[in-house]
């Protein structure tokens, strides 16, 4: 069998989500390519970048025709269908909002080859036009899995609808919007691509039990079952190490007590850092030394008690800086199951999280403490009780590695693919 996995990028949760099924599947024997639209890796075996403006052969032409389109729709005499953040009918402040992307495309994603040569399409995260969801689903004559790793794929364009559950019955309230009616037009173009596919046609998967219950529940997909397959690791990088070897190779004192927070984007208000540091001063938690990875952002330079690590896309290094710690803190907002959570899990670190989305699955009283969602009073009690607790490292370690191998996981996918 052959596979081709989509997703929008080769960085980001999803993305590693993809390229770990998509290894274990190489190294399994499985005929799998990787197609991406923004490529920035050149490590990754059978792994490609969509390139629009070649796939119909006709480059300038293509591009020409883009531009042409653009200044339409940048001057009003079109509908603005970009996945840009730029896109008129989006508002200009977002106000801390996940991003919003449309079901649009500019180019045709089917017309490119390992597409065309594949037996069964893989979709992964596909926001900001990697494919166009009427045309693509449309026009598709092979077998697709859709991971869902996120909500986007039943709402108008949201990523997070923040408790609104109006995707039960139709687009959610996608405030991101200039003009909320906007939402339904969005909506009702995806819901008339998937509708009429079989379920033999296009099978469903999410990572938590929380989101495949929120996608059956959805009218998008209601009526067809969501298998859940949690995102897969390599366990011969993410597995417990030395801590006091990983505190020397990064630089930090042998005897402190180490907490890690790990974000893509400090910044981003879903991820809770402003919680965390309140958090960090309740409790007789000063003494405690914070590791971030991920980009400083507005922290920069405001506590010298942070030591930051700025983005970090050597595996080998983010799973070091699990070992150095003693606890692993997670004060989202929002998540679906967080790759972060898994990965400390795989080190042995125990998890102090909020008690959102699927946290609760991964997240119990052998492998950590939760607290209620924006409660900075309990979350720094669970840290303060998490650093005082002797854990079983190598069993939270043993425990993660028996759901999290990607190999494991592979084999999941490769059953249902089948079936």
């Known amino acids: 069998m052959k596979v081709v996995h989509l997703n929008t990028s080769d960085t980001g949760g999803a993305a590693m989500a993809a390229i770990n099924l998509h290894l274990a599947f190489l190294d399994q024997g499985v005929g799998s390519h990787l197609l991406t639209l923004n490529r920035t890796r050149t490590d990754l075996p059978g792994h490609a970048a969509v390139e629009p403006f070649l796939l119909r052969g006709t480059p300038i032409r293509d591009r020409l025709l883009y531009k042409a389109r653009r200044a339409l729709e940048l001057s009003g005499l079109v509908d603005d269908r970009s996945n840009t953040p730029f896109n008129r009918n989006l508002r200009s402040d977002p106000g801390g909002l996940e991003i919003f992307t449309l079901p649009y495309?500019?180019?045709?994603?089917?017309?490119?080859?390992?597409?065309?040569?594949?037996?069964?399409?893989?979709?992964?995260?596909?926001?900001?036009?990697?494919?166009?969801?009427?045309?693509?689903?449309?026009?598709?004559?092979?077998?697709?899995v859709w991971t869902m790793h996120d909500m986007n794929p039943f709402t108008a364009g949201s990523h997070h609808t923040d408790?609104?559950?109006?995707?039960?019955?139709?687009?959610?309230?996608?405030?991101?919007?200039?003009?909320?009616?906007?939402?339904?037009?969005?909506?009702?173009?995806?819901?008339?691509?998937?509708?009429?596919?079989?379920?033999?046609?296009?099978?469903?998967?999410?990572?938590?039990?929380w989101l495949a219950a929120h996608a059956e529940s959805s009218a998008m997909f209601r009526g067809r079952p969501v298998a859940v397959i949690p995102n897969g690791f390599d366990t011969a990088v993410f597995r417990q190490q030395d801590r006091?070897?990983?505190?020397?190779?990064?630089?930090?004192?042998?005897?402190?007590?180490?907490?890690?927070?790990?974000?893509?984007?400090?910044?981003?208000?879903?991820?809770?850092?402003?919680?965390?540091?309140?958090?960090?001063?309740?409790?007789?938690?000063?003494?405690?030394?914070?590791?971030?990875?991920?980009?400083?952002?507005?922290?920069?330079?405001?506590?010298?008690?942070?030591?930051?690590?700025?983005?970090?896309?050597?595996?080998?290094?983010?799973?070091?800086?699990?070992?150095?710690?003693?606890?692993?803190?997670?004060?989202?907002?929002?998540?679906?199951?967080?790759?972060?959570?898994?990965?400390?899990?795989?080190?042995?670190?125990?998890?102090?999280?909020?008690?959102?989305?699927?946290?609760?699955?991964?997240?119990?009283?052998?492998?950590?403490?939760?607290?209620?969602?924006?409660n900075v009073a309990e979350l720094s009690h669970a840290i303060a009780k998490a650093l005082s607790t002797s854990w079983n490292n190598a069993a939270i370690a043993t425990e993660a590695a028996a759901r999290y191998d990607r190999r494991t996981v592979a084999q999941a996918y490769r059953t249902l693919y089948t079936s």
């Open 163 to 209: 408790g609104d559950l109006g995707f039960r019955e139709g687009p959610d309230r996608s405030p991101q919007l200039r003009q909320p009616h906007k939402a339904a037009q969005y909506w009702n173009y995806k819901h008339a691509a998937v509708e009429p596919l079989p379920q033999t046609r296009l099978k469903l998967v999410a990572p938590s039990q």
């Open 105 to 144: 495309s500019w180019f045709d994603v089917l017309q490119h080859p390992l597409v065309q040569q594949a037996d069964l399409v893989h979709l992964h995260w596909v926001g900001y036009g990697m494919i166009d969801h009427r045309h693509f689903f449309g026009q598709c004559t092979k077998p697709i």
């Open 244 to 374: 006091a070897a990983a505190r020397e190779a990064l630089g930090l004192p042998r005897n402190d007590a180490v907490i890690l927070f790990n974000a893509q984007d400090v910044d981003n208000p879903r991820k809770g850092m402003p919680l965390l540091l309140e958090a960090l001063q309740g409790n007789g938690l000063g003494h405690a030394r914070l590791l971030c990875i991920g980009s400083p952002g507005k922290l920069a330079g405001t506590d010298r008690s942070i030591h930051f690590t700025g983005q970090l896309n050597d595996t080998a290094t983010i799973a070091r800086c699990y070992a150095a710690a003693d606890l692993f803190v997670l004060p989202s907002l929002a998540e679906n199951l967080p790759n972060t959570v898994a990965e400390a899990h795989l080190c042995g670190i125990p998890v102090v999280a909020f008690r959102v989305g699927g946290i609760p699955e991964q997240v119990h009283a052998g492998n950590g403490l939760l607290a209620e969602p924006r």
